[in-house]
């Protein structure tokens, strides 16, 4: 197992918590989210702010939706492409192009996109998927690579063609590898998206940067609490997903 195998996994083992117990664990951070802002006097004014919460909640997710899905289609094809062995000679310096791109700081992307798509939700949708693109592709690139020889010697020496080797044998092995790095990515990708407020495309930014050029914490955090829960609710509702899609023999805890 290399080093990039062990880290991918090490992702998926970090955050391995039973389902039912980080339900408890969700519960209980919203309770106390919402107790320690009724202990600062602050209740009050999130609630008054309720529509404004939900209308913003519904953009920000749009944007997370899109970017993270289309981040999560493209990703996975590049890293299936860049396994085959025609394409391995190209796939390092292409991971390295992509390692460039996110360690541009995000507001820079977001300028970067800005200057070429202009102002609104399309910009922001671009530099969020590019930011939420790498480690879906390298932990699908990584995931396949991994898989045992001796699985893909069978399937050849049971007449096996090629793409069925891919769909049917290396890709439902690779799949709690890929997986670590979609929970990994979209979780991120939720909680970077009020940074897209900044260039015109809504989210919950809108009250997270006027709460605090307006220095008033209540409408500051009626953007940063909820944000906050739609990601940690998006990590368990993939968690979930895991747990459906993979199969149970190639889960490293079963």
């Not at 390092?92 to 700081?105: F, K, S």
């Not at 699985?151 to 690779?174: D, K, S």
Request: hydrophobic share 60%; glycine share 10%; net charge positive.
């Amino acid at each position: 197992m290399t080093k990039e195998m062990g880290a991918a996994i090490a992702v998926g083992r970090l955050s391995k918590v039973r389902l039912p117990v980080r339900g408890i664990v969700i519960a209980a951070a919203m309770a106390v989210a919402l107790l320690a802002a009724q202990a600062l006097g602050l209740l009050d004014d999130i609630i008054r702010r309720w529509d404004d919460i939900a209308f913003l909640s519904v953009q920000h997710m749009q944007l997370a939706a899109i970017s993270g899905g289309l981040a999560i289609l493209v990703g996975m094809v590049l890293g299936i492409v860049l396994s085959r062995r025609a394409c391995r000679k190209v796939a390092e310096p292409v991971m390295q192009a992509l390692n460039v791109g996110t360690t541009i700081p995000t507001l820079a992307v977001l300028a970067l996109s800005m200057s070429v798509l202009g102002i609104g939700a399309l910009p922001a949708i671009f530099a969020l998927w590019l930011m939420t693109l790498l480690p879906i592709v390298r932990n699908t690139y990584i995931g396949i690579l991994e898989v045992p020889p001796h699985l893909i010697e069978a399937a050849t020496g049971m007449g096996m063609r090629p793409w069925q080797i891919l769909w049917r044998v290396e890709v439902p092995n690779a799949l709690y590898v890929i997986f670590a790095g979609i929970r990994t990515a979209v979780t991120v990708n939720v909680g970077t998206v009020p940074l897209a407020f900044l260039i015109g495309a809504g989210g919950l930014g809108e009250l997270i940067f006027t709460g605090i050029d307006l220095s008033e914490p209540g409408m500051m955090l009626a953007g940063a609490i909820p944000t906050a829960m739609l990601a940690v609710i998006t990590d368990f509702v993939i968690a979930l997903v895991t747990r459906i899609v993979v199969p149970r023999g190639v889960m490293p805890e079963t």
